[in-house]
């Protein structure tokens, strides 16, 4: 049984481990956009396929058995096209998606649809904005005139202008974010609803200190392939797929 693992998230690199233990062939994907990224065990391969019908020849050609897209739930285009190639290569898909985040009690939450619909609903929040949704979705904010710190883990190429920049990589404590929010005397902060565990501290310290969120909605998935929310699930669907007798 090979799979050809779709990664860049803890999940994946989590399942690349469990699925390698257990004796399946996997193969892990990185878009290669991350400097000094986690690595997953096992083989790793890195950088775009080439589009749709890059993909479906790699998977022709790898003889995959089954795909896993455990990428972020942000990364729409390598999902659609994880969708297409397997539907023109009559591969089986999985897709991955940890659940998004749900406010509790004490939130200020403001969703929105995009990054550009948070970057207008800004300035009747507040003045001053942390800014927590990756390097790529920075330029829709840099229009508000707002001041801004944005955090991420690789630097913005080119380096922005309009706002302070701190370079860091996550898990953060609450208390790490608290402190920035009060340093930087933050009153609205920006984040994408990326769900898990990882990346919620900031949603506490913002509550404890009762600054409004606004949070951007998750892309849809496109229709046709099973979804499941955890590794545990993923990995049962992997055992399954290796006593079907068509793999
Ligand atoms: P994206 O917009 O969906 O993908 C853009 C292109 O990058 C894809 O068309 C594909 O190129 C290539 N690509 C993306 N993921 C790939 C993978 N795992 N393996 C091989 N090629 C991949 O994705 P993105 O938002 O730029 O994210 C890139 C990677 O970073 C993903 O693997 C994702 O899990 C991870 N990540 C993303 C976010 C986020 O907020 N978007 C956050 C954390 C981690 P080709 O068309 O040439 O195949």
Redesign the pocket.
Known sequence: MKVLL????GE?RELAGLLAKAGVEVVS??????ADARVPVGEV???????VG??AGWLREHRVDAVID???P??????A?AVAATREVGTPLLVLRRPGWAPEPGDNWHWVDSASGAAELLPGLGTRVFLTV?R??LDAFAGTGLRTLARCVDPPEPRPTWCTLILARGPFTVADEETILRDHGIDVLVT?D?GGPATTAKLTAARRLAIPVVVIHRPALPAGPEVVETVAEAVQWVMRASHSPST
Do not use: D, E, W, Y
């Open positions: 779709l990664g860049g998230t994946a994907s990185l878009a290669g956009r991350t391969r890195v950088g775009g396929f080439g589009g890059g993909l455990a990428t972020h942000f990364a729409a285009n390598i999902t096209n990756g790529q979705g994408k990326s």
